[in-house]
């Protein structure tokens, strides 16, 4: 069984900075790409925040680059997402999604639980 596990939500003022980790764990034989995705208040579908593969390379939505930064420790099966000048449109919950094979082979898509960021003006 595989776990993806998303921490580090919290509250912030406009401008402030929060952390987000992930952590994949269980049956896991490798992991190819991680994203981060968030969904706003009041929307129904889940956005694109950023993503790295497994060689390291990213890619980030207009919207934050130059703000977020996203990381991975290949070895922990573990994803970040530092976040820096945050703004009130941030506000969404972040979830975390990892692209990996199990330990039987399959390949699938999993997804945390959201961790809320709230980001007030």
């Known amino acids: 069984q595989v776990q993806v596990v998303e921490s580090g939500g919290g509250w912030v003022h406009t401008g402030g900075s929060l952390r987000l980790s992930c952590a994949a764990s269980?049956?896991?034989?490798?992991?190819?790409?991680m994203h981060w995705y968030r969904q706003a208040p009041g929307e129904s579908h889940r956005d694109l925040v950023a993503?790295?593969?497994?060689?390291?390379?990213?890619n980030y939505a207009d919207s934050v680059k130059g703000r977020f930064t996203i990381s991975r420790d290949n070895a922990q099966n573990t994803l970040c997402l530092q976040m820096s000048g945050l703004k009130p449109e941030d506000t969404a919950v972040y979830y975390c999604?990892?692209?990996?094979?199990?330990?039987?082979?399959?390949?699938?898509?999993?997804w945390g639980q959201g961790t809320q960021v709230t980001v007030s003006s």
């Open positions: 999604n990892a692209v990996l094979k199990n330990g039987l082979g399959y390949t699938g898509t999993y």
């Open positions: 269980g049956s896991i034989l490798s992991i190819n790409a």
């Open positions: 993503s790295i593969t497994s060689d390291g390379t990213t």
